[in-house]
């Protein structure tokens, strides 16, 4: 089994949908993946900030069925938790939003697999999800790339958290989620839980930027592309937060077509989504 877990609220059905889709065509393994989302209702900060309802995952855990009988895809409704952790805390307001703060309850939830990749929603699979996926972390806390921009900026080694293929056991063991809970409790981070991860780490293995490229697409070489937002030099400096679903700009600004074909059957299911209450495809 390989597990994914992606974090967000009722708003991240395109970025999962896609990010899934480019593990699934781009994959040869046979094993099954378990998808799990970790979601919450955090309303009352923002109307926008409600839980991924059961509509949603049952369509999500259909697509990925088509791929593999025994995948699935499941939610965690970390409100509670969120409540008693983080709560008044001088990061809830941060630069994204709180839902980035909740893949560090990994260790405070039953069942959580040893090994498992988090992913932010805004990533596609250019290659195989097995040459990130099997990287030997049994030594470490996680493995991440660096951060582009943090490596010139901040210090040589801070990593971008994006892509973050964690050794739960490990985590365990230094108190890796513990410690960093504790830095959003009573530190005001600029990057939030990004911050708080890299200050917490004990040991982490660097992997080369070819498993997170934020800026480029290297058709022989990217593995993954991280659609964050990036800076652009022309037609005059200016930053743009472009997503793999905004499709028309990935052609036109980003000329992209390594993904067409997972774009295409992308818009077709989003369709097939928005104008049927059934939950099956």
Partial sequence: MRNIMFCGNSKVFDGVLTCMLSIFKRTQTKEPFEITILTMDVSHLNPAYTAIDDKMILFLDGVAKKYNSENCVRKI????????????????????????????????????????????????????????????????????????????????????????????TKCRETGLFEKARNQIKTKK??????????????????????????KFLWPKWTVVRHFSKRLFWLPYPHTANIKQYHVTKVHTVFKYDQFDDILYEYIYLKGVFDHTDSTRI
């Fill in 189 to 214: 981070w600029l990057f939030a839980d990004q911050d708080a991860l890299w200050h917490s780490t004990t040991r982490k293995k660097i992997i080369s930027q070819k498993f997170n490229d934020q």
């Fill in 77 to 168: 409704d970390v409100t509670e938790i969120y409540k008693s952790e983080f709560a008044n805390s001088p990061n809830e307001q941060c630069y994204c939003s709180p839902y980035t703060l909740i893949r560090l309850f990994a260790d405070l939830i039953p069942g959580m697999p040893e090994k498992f990749l988090y992913l932010d929603i805004d990533i596609m699979f250019n290659k195989d999800i097995c040459m990130l996926y099997d990287i030997d972390i049994s030594d470490y806390e996680y493995a991440a790339a660096n951060d582009h921009y943090g490596k010139y900026l901040i210090r040589p080694d801070y990593i971008n958290a994006g892509v973050l293929l964690f050794n739960l």
